[in-house]
Nanobody, 114 residues
């Protein structure tokens, strides 16, 4: 059974940084895409970044140049380094795995506010 557990969210001032982690358990094929989505209050869930193996990445235009996604297949972990955070980045961030179906983590809150 696949499970995804996120960590690393919190409150940060505008311009600050956070690093999210998502640890996967269960049978994971490293070739399958993993990614991060986010959902702000009153808005639909949107793709933030996705990574495949051996490392092809794709980002939402709103985060290009500020966020970096990476993965450690040995640890079954995907990361999201978020720099130059803005108030509009405030959302619940969800980790995802696409392996025959989508798997989701429980989400971690990121709040950018002074």
């Amino acid at each position: 059974q696949v499970q995804l557990v996120e960590s690393g969210g919190g409150l940060v001032q505008p311009g600050g940084s956070l690093r999210l982690s998502c640890a996967a358990s269960g049978s994971i094929l490293s070739i399958n895409p993993m990614g991060w989505y986010r959902q702000a209050p009153g808005k639909e869930r949107e793709l933030v970044a996705v990574i495949t193996s051996p490392g092809s990445t794709n980002y939402a235009d709103s985060v290009k140049g500020r966020f970096t996604i990476s993965r450690d297949n040995a640890k079954k972990t995907v990361y999201l380094q978020m720099n130059s955070l803005k108030p509009e980045d405030t959302a619940v961030y969800y980790c995802s795995l696409h392996q025959l179906r989508f798997y989701w983590g429980q989400g971690t809150q990121v709040t950018v506010s002074s």
